[in-house]
């Protein structure tokens, strides 16, 4: 409660010590009352309030936690999936340099006898 009101407070209460009988009095026993009731609402508000901001930064901090559980199981299955592809590339290329090699052994026998030919026709 602020400075200012628990002033008014007691100059209220004071108040009714001296006039307890008077309509003002009365008028000013349900201004207190008032007063009392928003004051405690308001601090009834201002703990809604605090406790829904503790309540938005957890959920802030557990959706952060989330993100970035999701983003590493993200990064693990990307890594899984071009782990695979490096290694079928790998395989396929090995296979192509076999298939290469073959062939370039065929062609060499061939062009040993070309060459040999040609030479000895000279």
């Known amino acids: 409660m602020e400075d200012h009101d628990v002033q008014e407070l007691e100059f209220h209460r004071e108040t009714m010590n001296k006039?307890?009988?008077s309509p003002l009095h009365l008028i000013?026993?349900?201004e207190i009352e008032i007063s009392a009731r928003i004051?405690?609402?308001k601090r009834a508000a201002d703990s809604v309030v605090s406790?829904?901001?503790k309540r938005a930064t957890e959920v802030v901090v557990e959706a952060q936690g989330d993100a970035a559980?999701?983003?590493e199981?993200?990064?693990r299955k990307i890594s899984e999936v071009t782990n695979r592809?490096?290694?079928d590339v790998g395989a396929s290329a090995a296979a192509e340099m076999a298939e290469l090699?073959?062939?370039l052994a065929g062609r060499r026998e061939a062009a040993v006898a070309f060459i040999l030919e040609s030479v000895l026709k000279v």
């Open 19 to 21: 006039d307890g009988s």
């Open 28 to 30: 000013r026993e349900k």
């Open 39 to 41: 004051l405690t609402a």
């Open 51 to 53: 406790d829904a901001r």
């Open 69 to 71: 559980r999701l983003a």
């Open 73 to 75: 199981d993200q990064d």
């Open 85 to 87: 592809e490096v290694a």
């Open 101 to 103: 090699e073959q062939a």
